[in-house]
């Protein structure tokens, strides 16, 4: 069975930082995309961004200059490094990924809670 534990949430002032990490464990035979989600209070999940297995990136318009994703194959973990954080910013933050056991399937975590206040 597959696990995604995230971890580094927390509540952190207008312009602070956070770094979000997110463990993949189980019986995992690949990993294709990995990437983070979120949804604030009344909104839709939104994707906040992506990371393939080749390193390559995306990211929401909203986070672009102030987030980046990362991810680290060897430890089947993904992170996020969010910097001038905004009250806007505020959510639950889910990670994804798309991993391939018997077959390839989305799996999540259970979410962290990321508050921007003063």
């Known amino acids: 069975q597959v696990q995604l534990v995230e971890s580094g949430g927390g509540v952190v002032q207008p312009g602070g930082s956070l770094r979000l990490s997110c463990a993949a464990s189980?019986?995992?035979?690949?990993?294709?995309?990995m990437g983070w989600y979120r949804q604030a209070p009344g909104k839709q999940r939104e994707l906040v961004a992506v990371i393939s297995s080749g390193g390559s990136t995306d990211y929401v318009d909203s986070v672009k200059g102030r987030f980046t994703i990362s991810r680290d194959n060897a430890k089947n973990t993904v992170y996020l490094q969010m910097n001038s954080l905004k009250p806007e910013d505020t959510a639950v933050y889910y990670c994804?990924?798309?991993?391939?056991?018997?077959?390839?399937?989305?799996?999540w975590g259970q979410g962290t809670q990321v508050t921007v206040s003063s």
């Open positions: 189980g019986s995992i035979f690949s990993i294709n995309d």
């Open positions: 994804h990924a798309r991993i391939t056991v018997w077959s390839i399937r989305d799996y």
